[in-house]
Nanobody
């Protein structure tokens, strides 16, 4: 069973950058697909992107070219590098894990979640 802890959120001006980290405990981290989601006030939780257990990365169109997911299996950590941030990126950001999964967009199908970290982009 995976336990996830995010860090790195904060407030940044438009055009700025942040890097979020998600540290996982438990065994076989390298066998989990890791996802990053976000939820803005009054909106549903949406998938930003995933890095699968076998190295495939996918992103939603609105963050392509600005956000990048990487993982360090030796440190049991996945990262979300966010550049060129916009006010519409303001949300609580969550990491999630799913064992040996292909790309999965539905939040309800991810069994393991972190507590979330707030990202605020000021205009």
């Amino acid at each position: 069973q995976a336990q996830l802890i995010e860090s790195g959120g904060g407030t940044v001006q438009t055009g700025g950058s942040l890097r979020l980290s998600c540290a996982a405990s438990g065994r076989s981290f390298n066998m989990y697909t890791m996802g990053w989601f976000r939820q803005a006030p009054g909106k549903e939780r949406e998938l930003i992107g995933t890095r699968t257990w076998n190295g495939i990365t996918n992103y939603i169109d609105s963050v392509k070219g600005r956000f990048a997911i990487s993982r360090d299996n030796a440190k049991n950590t996945v990262y979300l590098q966010m550049n060129s941030l916009k006010p519409e990126d303001t949300a609580v950001y969550y990491c999630a894990a799913r064992y040996r999964s292909d790309f999965e967009q539905l939040a309800s199908r991810w069994p393991y979640w972190g507590q979330g970290t707030q990202v605020t982009v000021s205009s």
